[in-house]
């Protein structure tokens, strides 16, 4: 269990058009998945849909199609984009599934079994494109959804609920033993501050809704999507039905979610978990939200970025770049392909890019695309660097910092090329030190070698055609990584391939 994690996106809602928000929280998981796989961790990482709900079966019934018909098309823009985006998920959830189903059903009879389901009457007022009920505390005057500003039904009805209200003091407790329990700390103390004012049991079945998972026993009541859809990391995790991998994976879990979402996984979801008696997640990390050149996004504004046409445009890593590299996870951030076109200008074309070109173009240049390794082998100032950045790497990556790994990353393409230009390998090749150059090359393949480890998280793509540009293997998650970042542990001998820009520079 110590070398293992499970790591999870939420479960997208199908009828949605995949949109950067999306691309973000899962692009998050995907390099931390990449990242501790590279450790050499055993990771699950699993990402879905959420397939239920009044709003689907609406849409279907009005395009003369079935339910399961009309999320069977949807489902593939999900898993379509990404495919395009190189998300190594190992589950795909979809929450219509056989086995998804069965989960839930199996659930809410243990929490039934365990005196936390009770039937009552429910009435309140809900939105039904966001499909949430609102306390009357939360509206004004206008009965307005507080999230999207749709009018209101009021509904009464006949409904089960869970006793959540039960574990406000166990999730007090819980909140104060764990501290990085859910991450940034802001999320931190919002949801503390939310639940001290008081939990109220949580109404969790519907009647008079066919598209969603019957209650055991009760088939007239359908479960409430949230109930149906947090379930679904239990599902992935093998709850009941792989024990090995439930032990495995669970609970050194690691939920990523964007911050409109924080309540629901941060408060339901464990008071959920206590009433079945397993143990809590190890972290929630609540991302920030993008806004678009400074505003807020939205279909009405039609300004909503579209992941395809970004990917098309500029190529996947360099999208994934921006993402990861632009903001600070945590905190809101705005999108614009200016910015994304500058950034990667800079840290990928000028920087990065032009490292790598420069070195094969010498190493073809001077020592027709070979070099050996050194011997004796060493570079104090830039084994010191490279300790640095390791620790400042491992450091930030553990906390979900990825702009700020990054930044460590990019100290040692800087020293490179500061050294490049202080060697100057021109004046040696004149003055015919050949020893002196063929070792400087070395040590700038070497670093480039190391390069390739740290970037494959963030833009594997980018990573694996270096590994060729440089001669080596492609099979990056099969070498170990403590060995492999070491300077010592290059090839005896480089023999590269042709240099070919890995980043053109974007010309608008
Ligand atoms: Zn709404």
Same mark, same amino acid.
């Given at each position: 269990m110590d070398n293992?994690?499970?790591?999870?996106t939420?479960?997208?809602?199908?009828?949605?058009?995949?949109?950067?928000g999306?691309?973000?929280?899962?692009?998050?998981?995907?390099?931390?998945?990449?990242?501790?796989?590279?450790r050499g961790?055993?990771?699950l990482?699993?990402?879905?849909?959420?397939?239920?709900?009044?709003?689907?079966?609406k849409?279907?019934?009005?395009?003369?199609?079935?339910?399961?018909?009309?999320?069977?098309?949807m489902?593939?823009?999900?898993q379509?984009?990404?495919?395009?985006?190189?998300?190594?998920?190992?589950?795909?959830?979809?929450?219509?599934?056989p086995?998804?189903?069965?989960v839930?059903?199996?659930?809410?009879?243990?929490?039934?079994?365990?005196g936390?389901?009770?039937?009552?009457?429910?009435?309140?007022?809900?939105c039904v494109?966001c499909?949430?009920?609102?306390?009357?505390?939360?509206?004004?005057?206008?009965?307005?959804?507080?999230?999207?500003?749709?009018?209101?039904e009021?509904?009464?009805?006949e409904?089960?609920?869970?006793?959540?209200?039960r574990?406000?003091?166990?999730?007090?407790?819980?909140?104060?033993?764990?501290?990085d329990?859910?991450?940034?700390?802001?999320?931190?103390?919002?949801?503390?501050?939310?639940?001290?004012?008081?939990?109220?049991?949580?109404?969790?079945?519907?009647?008079?809704?066919?598209?969603?998972?019957?209650?055991?026993?009760?088939?007239r009541?359908?479960?409430y999507?949230?109930?149906?859809?947090?379930?679904?990391?239990?599902?992935a995790?093998?709850?009941?039905?792989?024990?090995?991998?439930?032990?495995?994976?669970?609970?050194?879990?690691?939920?990523?979610?964007?911050?409109?979402?924080?309540?629901?996984?941060?408060?339901?979801?464990?008071?959920?978990l206590?009433?079945?008696?397993?143990?809590l997640?190890?972290?929630?990390?609540?991302?920030?939200?993008?806004?678009?050149?400074?505003?807020?996004?939205?279909?009405?504004?039609?300004?909503v970025?579209?992941?395809?046409?970004?990917?098309d445009?500029?190529?996947?890593?360099r999208f !994934?770049?921006?993402?990861m590299?632009?903001? +600070?996870?945590? /905190?809101? @951030?705005?999108?614009?392909?200016? #910015? $994304?076109?500058?950034?990667s200008?800079?840290?990928?074309?000028?920087?990065?890019?032009?490292?790598?070109?420069?070195?094969?173009?010498m190493?073809w240049?001077?020592?027709k695309?070979?070099?050996?390794?050194?011997?004796?082998?060493?570079?104090?100032?830039w084994?010191?660097?490279?300790?640095?950045?390791?620790?400042?790497?491992?450091?930030?990556?553990?906390?979900?910092?990825f702009?700020?790994a990054?930044e460590?990353?990019?100290?040692?393409?800087?020293?490179?090329?500061?050294?490049?230009?202080?060697?100057?390998?021109?004046?040696?090749?004149?003055?015919?030190?050949?020893?002196?150059l063929?070792d400087?090359?070395?040590?700038?393949?070497?670093?480039?070698?190391l390069l390739?480890?740290?970037?494959?998280?963030?833009?594997?793509?980018?990573?694996l !055609?270096?590994?060729?540009?440089l001669?080596? +293997?492609?099979n /990056?998650? @099969?070498?170990?990584?403590?060995? #492999? $970042?070491?300077?010592?542990?290059?090839?005896?001998v480089?023999?590269?391939?042709?240099?070919?820009p890995?980043?053109p520079?974007i010309?608008?």
């Amino acid at each position: 269990m110590d070398n293992s994690f499970y790591i999870t996106t939420p479960i997208y809602y199908v009828n949605d058009v995949p949109h950067i928000g999306h691309a973000y929280t899962t692009c998050a998981a995907d390099v931390l998945a990449r990242y501790y796989r590279l450790r050499g961790y055993r990771v699950l990482f699993s990402t879905g849909t959420d397939e239920h709900g009044q709003k689907i079966e609406k849409a279907a019934w009005d395009l003369g199609i079935s339910p399961q018909e009309l999320v069977d098309k949807m489902v593939v823009r999900f898993q379509d984009l990404w495919e395009k985006m190189n998300i190594s998920y190992d589950e795909f959830i979809r929450t219509t599934d056989p086995r998804h189903i069965k989960v839930v059903q199996d659930f809410f009879r243990l929490l039934d079994e365990r005196g936390y389901i009770y039937l009552g009457d429910y009435e309140g007022w809900y939105c039904v494109p966001c499909e949430t009920f609102w306390p009357e505390s939360q509206l004004d005057e206008r009965l307005a959804c507080p999230d999207c500003g749709r009018p209101l039904e009021k509904l009464k009805e006949e409904s089960y609920f869970f006793a959540l209200s039960r574990f406000q003091e166990p999730l007090l407790q819980y909140l104060e033993s764990h501290p990085d329990f859910i991450m940034p700390e802001s999320r931190y103390r919002e949801i503390e501050s939310f639940i001290r004012r008081g939990l109220k049991d949580q109404s969790i079945s519907r009647v008079g809704l066919e598209w969603g998972i019957p209650v055991p026993s009760h088939p007239r009541h359908t479960l409430y999507v949230w109930f149906d859809a947090l379930i679904n990391y239990l599902t992935a995790a093998g709850w009941g039905s792989s024990p090995d991998k439930f032990s495995t994976f669970w609970p050194s879990t690691y939920h990523l979610v964007g911050k409109d979402i924080l309540r629901f996984h941060a408060v339901l979801w464990p008071g959920m978990l206590m009433a079945a008696s397993l143990p809590l997640p190890q972290r929630i990390f609540a991302h920030g939200w993008w806004t678009v050149e400074g505003e807020k996004m939205s279909k009405s504004r039609g300004n909503v970025v579209d992941p395809y046409l970004m990917i098309d445009r500029y190529g996947v890593d360099r999208f !994934r770049y921006f993402l990861m590299r632009e903001v +600070s996870f945590g /905190l809101d @951030g705005d999108f614009s392909e200016k #910015a $994304l076109v500058e950034r990667s200008n800079a840290d990928l074309s000028d920087n990065f890019g032009n490292f790598v070109h420069r070195t094969l173009g010498m190493v073809w240049r001077y020592k027709k695309g070979v070099a050996r390794k050194p011997s004796p082998y060493q570079d104090e100032e830039w084994e010191k660097l490279l300790e640095e950045v390791k620790e400042g790497f491992h450091y930030h990556m553990e906390r979900f910092a990825f702009s700020q790994a990054l930044e460590q990353v990019w100290r040692l393409v800087h020293f490179a090329n500061r050294y490049i230009e202080r060697e100057a390998p021109w004046k040696l090749h004149k003055e015919g030190k050949e020893k002196e150059l063929e070792d400087l090359l070395y040590r700038l393949l070497d670093n480039a070698r190391l390069l390739s480890f740290f970037l494959y998280p963030f833009m594997p793509d980018t990573a694996l !055609r270096l590994r060729e540009l440089l001669g080596l +293997s492609p099979n /990056l998650e @099969g070498e170990n990584w403590g060995e #492999a $970042l070491q300077w010592s542990l290059g090839p005896e001998v480089y023999s590269v391939r042709e240099a070919q820009p890995l980043f053109p520079r974007i010309v608008e």
